[in-house]
């Protein structure tokens, strides 16, 4: 635990380390805060989720911002994973409140979901240069629609938006990371919003750290900001193939820690 102040201090160089590192590959770099926040912050459970949240609504705009002025939007990918991720974020909160208080439980449903990812994303080609025209018939609407639901719910669950589940799915079906980013980060945003929403609203009547601790949450946001903005400066500049197995063994690393955490 570190004292009065250092706290804040900490977890603003942290975030903004871990911006740059993940931007370029459409994460906002939660899914590998969350732990540092546990072990290190001492961020209490389950307030740790909606702080986590709280860290994408602040930091990803930064990312938005540049992919904006670089001509990159998210588009209609944007929206089709919102439709998903958004009612998906409000019901994995109800769940994360009521059904896995636990670190236990909580630290299992995490592995299981971040080692397959991650193993896919290190072990799989990435898509060649020119593929870069956007690849509807890879994943039906429908199906990428249902999917986004199911992400956003494992995003309410573990204080995600989603977007470092969804980048990977998306790159590893043939998408090329330079059209995933911004689609994701977008969503990652918007579902952010709503899953604060959700955690502010179930703490006035659950017991226990529920509500976002939200000088963390804002000095991780900060740091994620301006680590965001670079990072996703940095994307042009960086292979596709290096973004990919850089991700994707982060997001293993993460998964191992919280499978041992779990059957400790």
């Not at 930091?59 to 911002?65: E, Q, V």
Request: glycine residues 14%; contains cysteine.
């Amino acid at each position: 635990m570190l004292g009065p102040g250092w706290t804040e201090v900490v977890a603003l160089a942290a975030a903004f380390a871990i911006a740059v590192l993940a931007t370029p590959a459409g994460v906002s770099g939660a899914v590998l805060l969350l732990p540092f926040q546990v072990g290190v912050l001492g961020t209490p459970s389950p307030a740790v989720t909606p702080t986590n949240l709280l860290y994408n609504v602040v930091a990803t705009p930064g990312a938005l911002i540049r992919y904006w002025r670089q001509g990159q939007s998210g588009g209609r990918l944007a929206v089709l994973l919102m439709a998903g991720t958004v009612p998906g974020v409000v019901a994995g909160s109800v769940i994360r409140v009521r059904f896995l208080p636990g670190p236990k439980v909580f630290d299992l449903v995490v592995a299981g979901v971040l080692l397959p990812v991650g193993l896919w994303l290190a072990v799989t080609e990435p898509p060649r240069p020119d593929e870069t025209a956007p690849r509807w018939r890879a994943i039906p609407v429908p199906a990428l629609i249902a999917v986004a639901a199911a992400v956003g719910c494992v995003g309410g669950i573990y204080g995600i938006g989603g977007g470092s589940i969804l980048a990977p799915l998306l790159i590893g079906t043939g998408w090329a990371p330079a059209q995933v980013a911004p689609a994701a980060l977008a969503s990652t945003f918007v579902t952010s919003v709503a899953g604060v929403v959700t955690f502010t609203l179930l703490s006035v009547h659950a017991h226990g750290a529920v509500a976002p601790d939200w000088p963390t949450g804002i000095a991780l946001g900060v740091g994620g900001l301006a680590g965001a903005y670079l990072g996703a400066r940095l994307q042009s500049r960086l292979p596709a193939a290096v973004i990919r197995r850089l991700v994707g063994i982060l997001v293993m690393v993460i998964g191992i820690r919280y499978l041992w955490s779990g059957l400790g």
